[in-house]
């Protein structure tokens, strides 16, 4: 493979991977909590919430207040929720809750779903955009296509009397 389609290759890569963070962090921190407990974890649950689309509350005996990412356990209610979930953390912890009156879920949006995958989507189209953009100013030989030349020949008009 030629080495300039290798660099071409990187640098696509890396636009991608620039517009992807920034547009991550930018969709991270959406929202503001107030009279959140201090050891719940405010960017976790960002990412939770990007990532998986919703959250559960909810209060253990030991540790209190939680807020952990869940997994539906039986039927559904009216509205579509829950009636009871798995609650798993990373280091292990995991916790049947049974009861809807024992937990709360939190939604990133109304729609209820992930936006992790259009982010990612989002960062691919401008990245292209960006990548077009550059390689077309790099090829481009002849700026006269870029001057306005109605304003170009009424200057020349003007100095030239």
Do not use: C, H
Request: charge should be positive; proline fraction near 2%.
């Amino acid at each position: 493979m030629k080495r300039k389609l290798i660099n071409s290759q990187l640098s696509n890569f890396k636009t991608y991977e620039m517009y992807k963070r920034q547009l991550l962090t930018l969709a991270e921190n959406v929202f503001e909590f107030t009279n959140m407990p201090k050891f719940i974890d405010t960017a976790y649950l960002n990412k939770t919430l990007l990532r998986q689309g919703s959250i559960a509350f909810f209060v253990d005996e030991v540790l209190g207040l939680l807020a952990l990412p869940y997994q539906n356990i039986g039927k559904l209610d009216v509205y579509g929720r829950p009636t009871s979930i798995q609650v798993i953390s990373r280091n292990g912890y995991s916790k049947f809750i049974r009861s809807q009156d024992d937990f709360v879920i939190m939604y990133d949006n109304n729609g209820r779903y992930p936006l992790w995958l259009d982010i990612l989507q989002y960062a691919e189209r401008i990245s292209l955009d960006t990548r077009v953009t550059d390689i077309n100013i790099r090829s481009t030989k002849d700026t006269a296509i870029l001057e306005n030349k109605i304003r170009k020949s009424k200057i020349n008009r003007r100095f030239s009397k």
